[in-house]
């Protein structure tokens, strides 16, 4: 049985509820002086956080973001920046034809040629030389034309050194000018429509994919391409090159590398040198072993030799063992290894027959079986076929193209490739740093990153603009600028080494030391808040 | 095919005015065991190789003998001459006599670097500290924390041994010490991997780290030096040597003991030898007796496997690849070896032979061999003095043997946390010549302290001062912060005596390094932080929250305070649950039906008129209860 209660309880400023309230005792209603004197407490409690503890948080914990352009950013990121376009001027000379004559060829070649394919990448500017040409565009090819009494049908050779094409046709009068036109068209499209192809592969799955909807990649050409360019390095303005001599014994301890370096690798870097830098170091390892995780030379009694298998290949480099760290300094390093037998393992050859293959990404290895004579040191006149094939691996390892057949052709198509991709990869870094710091709201930006954005952002509208009017070695040069700017901007090490901070180590230390502040404060404003309300109800 | 007209068309093409510069033959390789048996069943072994390259070829970085590694951070970072060791252990000066090398090829315990570098001051410590970020990558040693704190730039101890052009005063000596690293096995892997044999062939075939690394002391270094005729002689006639040596001292019958096996156990009953003389010897009792004269044992034994042939790299002719220090009435068997030669001394030398193995085998004989050892320059100790979290003091004792006076260098490199108090500084029955002193800063430098001391001959000389112990940051402590913190051995160069006496031959100066301490720092609690964060959270909340409350609550008497609502309501609870138990109860006694329990409704009007708050809400639930009962 419940007891009869002892008394009731009535709120503060509530009439008394029931008859029944004889045996309670009321607390006299407060002043309206003391509620307001409460009232303002409260406010000023709220004021001095609102004013001090809540500037002074944010200011001690807000981090320092700098300004970035993100819509240009986007811009480049999505490709909307750029329009990208690959005039190709061509002079023509000759020492036979009039002026005028070659001038009419020069435009009726270009008409033909861009008439072809409108909206396609490449776009050809023709031009007679003269004495007085003006030199502000860099000249993708010389044809140089020459007029022979007694050859009919036009014959055309492209010099190896050197961007010429040498052109010989027979007199102007048999031979027509419109016939001429029409083989100077079919020389340029073929010399130009694997670079072509290859530009297009590049851009594309890129965003500036726009561009290069006029051009039509086959399978096979798609499948070449590919070959060559996940073989090929990833760009940089250094690279480091490893000769490396290992022998399986004690011998041939000794090479003569410098003079077969000087006779048969220089030149070819040192055409390359307006692409990149080249650092050469060599080395001798002997004794050396093979890893253990590949079978090993297997001994074929047919041709009394030993073997290399195909699936060798690839783990034939003994990375525990042998020296091939990376050179100091930065760049990557192409190591280049030339592999000496042992004595009870000569004549080593592969399965699948050749001396020498190629690691991508990583180098290039040969197998040299040595003679008697060559037992102790290896001279310049032995060195000369494993040098060859080394400055064929080095070329198929910097992503050189394999037509056409100038080298100096080859050359300045690499770097227009060069360029478009530094472009595109400067552009998509800018993307992800963009999505990166948008993303992560408590990643810091120092200035610096800033900084290197606008670079990026000014190099690339250069180099965009280079490329539009054909001068590819600035073009080149400024993507190049823009792509390590943007690398650094991307890797800045404050933002990558973001404090561990996480919001469980914030809750801990939060909640101890502001709740019991915050609880009181809260339930006092919400009280005073609720009879505020109460009052004016009643009073209205 | 086209590619390779080409390349061979353009090296025509290109003019070359260099003639070929033909390699010169100065590239040279040499290694050199020497055995020494050491008193106490102790085996001393000391493997040195040594390379050379032409400067030449150095710097168009082709590379033979050196190896590429090393020689691409020398030339990264300016390093003209570079000494790196590993240490481990302490060689007993007392039983083994003075130290081998004098000493010049050892470090103290853990890791020493120091090296000469091209540069102004910023610059050198910029490339200092490549040097050592690199060196830490080759050797998987810890170099990368030899930071500013732990550098110094030696005045006195240390002088090039290199010949370094005279012009080229710009290189400076920076010296950095890491006395807590451990060597070990993944140091001696790169070490090897140096070597032009690598370890297959010659003697860096009976390199092996469970050897290594169970000896009583063992030192490696690498030491590279520029070597010319003179000090003016043109850059392309010198030569760049690099020497790796490895010096240890193993226990000859640790290091005997069996592989698959290797928990020390008596041998059985029947190999031991009793000591008839004792009364209680027995059929079952055994008393051995003590072992006389010399352990048999053999390289092949100690070292665990023979040396795989000869590294034929070198001078073939240079009859003594490996020396063995032994008296002249000790039997040797050698096997395996192209010849062999034994001094009047007892000294014998042997060469190896390409693809022979070779073994060395001393059988167990029982005269004694006079183990003549020499006595050590200097004996040196350092120890740490007081008690307590906040001061203490360094004690060093220095002892010449000798019946002439001496000259040292004494070098102390200390870390910042140690704050020496100089004007401690005192010295008995000595004195202090010369003094270098570079001073700590907290967290930016280490103090640098090197003394000129004279020790009267034959005495002993003894070292005092006090120093403070900084309390680190929470963040600086490592993960055993308890462990304490080491020091770095003191480092003691002797000084090469004026007057040289040709009998003695102790002409050049020799290096002896104390051992290194422990420093316990004062550490704190490391769960302080939230202690910290707890016991403010706890002032807080009574500080503010009762302040607090004084200022915004009404005071009213004890009967005058309203009921909470959550109570009332708890009491409402409390007083349904009786009722309906009040209920059943009556019920079950009663079977009469009574009436409909109607009043149910009967306090509704009440309720809807004040029933704004609680508190009269709870009123009427009151009245509506005692309806019922009524």
């Known amino acids: 049985m419940a007891e009869p209660l002892q008394g009731t309880v009535i709120d503060k400023d509530a009439t008394p509820a029931s008859e029944k309230a004889d045996a309670v005792s009321v607390a006299p209603p407060e002043s309206p002086g003391s509620v307001w004197t409460r009232r303002i407490i409260i406010l000023a409690f709220w004021a001095v956080v609102a004013t001090l503890g809540l500037p002074h948080w944010i200011w001690t914990t807000s981090i320092y973001r700098a300004e970035l352009p993100a819509e240009q950013m986007t811009r480049w990121s999505e490709g909307h920046a750029c329009d990208l376009k690959y005039p190709i001027h061509v002079a023509l000379e000759t020492g036979s034809l009039p002026l005028d004559q070659l001038k009419a060829i020069a435009e009726k070649t270009e008409n ?230 042992g004595p009870g393992q000569t004549p080593l050859l592969l399965e699948t027959g050749g001396n020498s293959w190629t690691i991508p990404q990583w180098g290039g290895v040969q197998i040299l079986n040595p003679s008697e004579k060559q037992a102790g040191r290896l001279t310049t006149s032995d060195l000369e076929p494993v040098m060859l094939t080394f400055a064929d691996q080095l070329i198929s390892l910097l992503g050189v193209p394999n037509s056409p057949p100038s080298l100096a052709m080859r050359i300045a198509s690499l770097k227009r490739e060069r360029a478009t991709s530094l472009i595109l990869s400067a552009s998509s870094t800018l993307g992800a740093l963009n999505r990166l710091t948008r993303k992560l709201e408590s990643i810091a930006i120092p200035p610096s990153v800033a900084t290197s954005v606008d670079e990026t952002i000014s ?71 609720k009879s505020f309300r109460q009052a004016k109800v009643k009073t209205s | 095919m086209k590619l390779r007209d080409l390349l061979q068309l353009s090296s025509v093409l290109a003019l070359f005015t260099l003639s070929h510069a033909s390699s010169i033959p100065n590239q040279e390789y040499s290694e050199h065991l020497y055995l020494k048996p050491l008193a106490n069943d102790h085996l001393h072994a000391d493997f040195n190789f040594t390379a050379t390259t032409p400067v030449a070829d150095y710097d168009a970085q082709h590379f033979r003998y050196f190896p590429r590694s090393l020689a691409q951070i020398l030339q990264y970072t300016h390093t003209t001459e570079l000494h790196l060791r590993f240490a481990l252990g302490r060689w007993d000066e007392e039983q083994w006599g003075s130290r081998p090398r004098n000493g010049r090829r050892e470090g103290g315990t853990g890791v020493e670097l120091w090296a000469w570098i091209e540069g102004q001051s910023e610059e050198a410590d910029e490339r200092w500290s490549d040097l050592v970020n690199s060196l830490s990558g080759l050797f998987c040693a810890s170099l990368n924390f030899v930071d500013s704190t732990k550098t110094i730039r030696p005045v006195l101890s240390f002088e090039p041994e290199g010949t370094h052009p005279s012009g080229s005063g710009g290189s400076q000596l920076l010296h950095g010490m890491l006395p807590h690293e451990v ?177 060395v085998v001393l059988p167990r004989q029982d005269t004694v061999s006079s183990s003549s050892s020499t006595h050590p320059p200097l004996y040196a100790s350092r120890q740490m003095t007081g008690y307590g979290q906040e001061r203490g003091g360094m004690h060093a004792t220095l002892r010449n043997p000798h019946p002439y006076p001496q000259k040292i260098v004494y070098l102390e490199s200390l870390p910042w946390y140690l704050k020496p108090y100089m004007h401690t500084l005192e010295i008995q029955h000595g004195n202090i010549e010369k003094m270098f002193y570079t001073p700590a800063l907290d967290r930016v430098r280490g103090t640098h302290l090197e003394l000129v001391i004279e020790i009267p001959a034959d005495s002993t000389v003894e070292l005092n001062y006090d120093f403070e112990k900084a309390i680190l940051r929470y963040t600086e402590y490592p993960p055993d912060a308890n462990r304490g913190f080491d020091v770095a051995p003191a480092v003691i160069r002797v000084l090469p005596r004026n007057v040289s006496d040709p009998a003695d031959g102790n002409n050049q100066d020799e290096y002896l390094r104390t051992t290194s301490l422990l420093l316990p720092l004062p550490t704190p609690d490391f769960s302080m932080p939230y202690n910290v964060i707890i016991l403010t959270s706890t002032v807080i909340a009574l500080g ?42 009556k019920k079950g006694s009663d079977t009469k039906p009574s009436e409909e329990p109607g009043p149910a409704a009967v306090i509704d009007p009440n309720a809807a008129l004040n029933g704004s708050t609680d508190g009269s809400a709870l009123t009427n639930g009151s009245a509506k209860l005692r309806n019922v009962k009524g």
């Open chain 1, 112 to 341: 033909t040629l861009n008439l072809d394919n409108g909206q396609s990448l490449f776009s050809f500017q023709i031009s007679a030389l003269d004495d007085h040409h003006n030199a502000t565009h860099e000249r993708a090819l010389t044809a140089s034309m020459q007029q022979q009494s007694t050859s009919k049908a036009p014959s055309a050779n492209l010099l190896s050194m050197t961007p010429t094409l040498e052109l010989t046709h027979g007199p102007m009068d048999s031979i027509g000018t419109d016939n001429l036109v029409a083989f100077l068209v079919n020389e340029l499209q073929q010399i130009f429509k694997d670079e072509q192809a290859s530009i297009t592969y590049l851009l594309r799955h890129s965003p500036f994919h726009a561009a290069s909807k006029g051009f039509n990649l086959g399978t096979e050409a798609t499948k070449a391409i590919e070959k060559r360019t996940t073989r090929a390095f990833k760009y940089s303005s250094t690279y480091h090159v490893t000769f490396s001599l290992f022998a399986a014994s004690a011998s041939p301890s000794a090479w003569d590398i410098e003079e077969a370096l000087r006779q048969y690798i220089k030149p070819l870097l040192r055409q390359l040198s307006t692409v990149s830098d080249f650092q050469i170091d060599t080395q001798v390892q002997l004794f050396a072993s093979f890893s253990p995780s590949i079978a090993g030379p297997q001994y074929d009694e047919a041709t009394n030799s030993y073997k290399l298998l195909q699936s060798d290949l690839s783990g034939f480099i003994n990375a525990a063992e042998w020296p091939l760290s990376p050179s100091i300094g930065s760049g990557p390093t192409l190591n280049m290894v030339l592999y000496i037998p």
């Open chain 1, 459 to 529: 190099h690339l509208e250069q180099a965009c603009s280079n490329l539009r009017e054909g001068r590819y070695q600035l073009a080149f040069e400024n993507a190049r600028t823009a792509e390590a700017e943007a690398e650094k901007a991307f890797f800045e090490p404050s933002m990558v080494g973001q404090v561990y901070f996480p919001d469980e180590h914030k809750v801990a230390v939060y909640v101890p030391l502001l709740g019991p502040m915050a609880v009181p404060m809260i339930m006092s404003a919400l009280k005073e808040l």
């Open chain 2, 183 to 359: 060597v070990c096995t993944e140091n001696l892997t790169p070490f090897l991997k140096m070597l032009p044999c690598k370890g297959k062939a010659g003697i860096s075939s009976l390199l092996d780290g469970h050897k290594l690394f169970d000896a009583s002391w063992q030192s490696m270094a690498v030491d590279v030096r520029p070597v010319c005729p003179s000090t003016n002689s043109r850059k392309d006639e010198c030569v760049l040597e690099i020497q790796q040596t490895v010096s240890m001292a193993l226990s000859i019958p640790r290091s005997m003991r069996d592989r698959h096996n290797p928990i020390p156990r008596p041998p059985p009953i029947e190999e031991i030898e009793c000591d008839d003389s004792k009364v209680w010897n027995g059929h079952d009792t055994c008393y051995p007796k003590p072992s006389t004269g010399d352990l048999g044992w053999s390289l092949a034994k100690v070292f665990g496997r023979p040396i795989k042939g000869a590294c034929p790299l070198g001078d073939a002719d240079g009859a003594g690849d490996i020396s063995l220090d032994v008296p002249l009435e000790r039997t040797v068997e050698a096997q395996g070896s192209a010849s062999s030669e034994t001094e009047p001394s007892g000294l014998r030398k042997f060469s190896l032979q390409a693809a022979t193995d070779f073994d």
């Open chain 2, 544 to 585: 503010f929250g009762s302040i607090f409350n004084m200022l915004i609550r009404k005071f009213v008497l004890l009967e005058e305070v309203p009921a909470s609502p959550l109570k009332t309501k708890v009491t409402m609870l409390k007083e349904k649950i009786a009722a309906l138990l009040g209920k059943t109860s």
